[in-house]
């Protein structure tokens, strides 16, 4: 499996700020995605990242609030924009190698806005 | 009703025990699904993955998919205090990475 890492592991930040988060993957990967994972609460998919093109999102989730980039097959970052307190959650970057197999997940970021 | 349907726990066990870890789905048309452990401050590790209905063994662990009753199982044999962890059930269509996850089951064994 590839090995995903997460930059930053948590962060406490400000409302109204914006916090920028990096996945780094070992090996080159045909999908990249985001999820959310709130306290109580299954992950949630927030998008998927596309090489080269505008990330896909799910219901609930906006450009605006959520852009993403992919630059290349083993990197992506997610922002969170405008930070509330109800942005405090588990940020999880996660890839899929292949079609219609198992996704493997980072060691998550945690994000706390005070 | 959500798509997936999980005990949250905690379920608490003796060393030893089998623990039998379960959820449910309404989605008919789902065909692939994942048990994946995630420990404290950790990010979800895949434990298991199955295609359709049938059972899937890997060493102390047991996946079972009974599309039939829309359930979905994960048995852990002779249970170890290291497999105290919380375990989320995962499924998915057929052509799609989006997997819709279960709130997640909190085990503990007890040494």
């Known amino acids: 499996s590839a090995v995903i890492s997460q930059k930053p592991s948590r962060d406490i930040c400000q409302r109204g700020t914006s916090l920028t988060i990096q996945c780094q993957v070992d090996?080159?990967?045909?999908?990249m995605f985001w999820y959310r994972q709130q306290p109580g609460q299954s992950l949630t998919l927030i998008a998927t990242a596309n090489q080269g093109s505008e990330a896909t999102y799910e219901s609930g989730f906006v450009i605006d609030k959520f852009p993403i980039s992919r630059p290349n097959l083993t990197f992506s970052t997610l922002t969170v924009s405008n930070m509330s307190p109800e942005d405090s959650s588990i940020y999880l970057c996660s890839v899929g190698q292949g079609l219609y197999t198992e996704a493997f997940f980072g060691q998550g970021t945690r994000l706390t806005v005070v | 009703q959500k798509e997936v349907e999980q005990d949250p726990g905690p379920l608490s066990v003796p060393e030893g025990a089998i623990v039998s870890l379960n959820c449910t789905y309404s989605?008919?048309?789902?065909?692939?699904f994942m048990w994946y452990r995630q420990y404290s401050r950790k990010g979800p590790e895949l434990l298991m993955y199955t295609y359709s209905s049938g059972n899937k063994e890997d060493g102390r662990f047991t996946a079972q998919v009974d599309k039939s009753s829309k359930y979905i199982s994960l048995f852990i044999r002779d249970s170890q205090p290291s497999d105290s962890a919380t375990y989320l059930c995962a499924a998915t269509t057929s052509g799609t990475y989006k997997y819709i996850f279960g709130t997640g089951t909190r085990l503990k064994v007890l040494a």
């Open positions: 989605n008919s048309a789902f065909q692939y």
């Open positions: 090996s080159q990967v045909t999908m």
